[in-house]
């Protein structure tokens, strides 16, 4: 049996919350992309070449509401990037979608729960930005990855 190619992101699911910060990564040589398309049509044609596709789109430096095309260009060893990073400023459910392997039915799900309410005020005056101190240690990596020969899934969670 020839060694097969799994278009998936893993996991596919990941559950965060308003000012918590995606990272995608990847380590192998397919090239992916991370795309939330936010009510955009999709990108035509769905190539290496289509600059749309293969120069990232930031999400905004204020996070991600949901809406707009944010993309990271594709990723992958040996192409420009191998991660990408999405702040999100909205709560909601919201799909992205590889846009090289979309009809392959790669794409994934975060969904951004509401901000965790801010900690009691200690008096020792030391307290940071609740929103920023949770994106900062809300940071989690995920493996965009596809396997070839079986190579390991591998998924991160940095807190
Ligand atoms: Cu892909």
Same mark, same amino acid.
């Given at each position: 049996?020839?060694?097969?190619?799994?278009?998936?992101?893993?996991?596919?699911?990941?559950?965060?919350?308003?000012?918590?910060?995606?990272?995608?990564?990847?380590?192998?040589?397919?090239?992916?992309?991370?795309?939330?398309?936010?009510?955009?049509?999709?990108?035509?044609?769905?190539?290496?070449?289509?600059?749309?596709?293969? /120069?990232?789109? *930031? +999400?905004?430096?204020?996070?991600?509401? %949901? &809406?707009?095309? #944010?993309?990271?260009?594709?990723?992958?060893? =040996?192409?420009?990037?191998?991660?990408?990073?999405?702040?999100?400023?909205?709560?909601?459910?919201?799909?992205?979608?590889?846009?090289?392997?979309?009809?392959?039915?790669?794409?994934?799900?975060?969904?951004?729960?509401?901000?965790?309410?801010?900690?009691?005020?200690?008096?020792?005056?030391? /307290?940071?930005? *609740? +929103?920023?101190?949770?994106?900062?240690? %809300? &940071?989690?990596? #995920?493996?965009?990855?596809?396997?070839?020969? =079986?190579?390991?899934?591998?998924?991160?969670?940095?807190?």
């Amino acid at each position: 049996m020839p060694p097969s190619d799994v278009q998936q992101f893993f996991p596919p699911s990941m559950n965060v919350r308003v000012g918590d910060t995606v990272t995608w990564r990847s380590s192998v040589p397919t090239p992916h992309t991370v795309s939330f398309l936010g009510g955009t049509p999709l990108i035509v044609p769905p190539s290496l070449e289509n600059p749309k596709i293969f /120069a990232p789109t *930031p +999400a905004p430096a204020a996070g991600y509401d %949901g &809406v707009g095309y #944010v993309n990271s260009g594709v990723m992958g060893v =040996g192409f420009p990037g191998q991660g990408f990073s999405v702040n999100f400023s909205r709560a909601g459910t919201f799909g992205y979608v590889c846009i090289l392997h979309i009809s392959q039915g790669m794409g994934g799900t975060i969904n951004v729960a509401a901000a965790a309410p801010a900690p009691p005020k200690t008096g020792s005056g030391a /307290a940071s930005n *609740p +929103a920023t101190s949770m994106a900062l240690v %809300g &940071v989690l990596a #995920v493996l965009a990855l596809a396997t070839v020969g =079986g190579a390991r899934l591998a998924s991160r969670r940095a807190r």
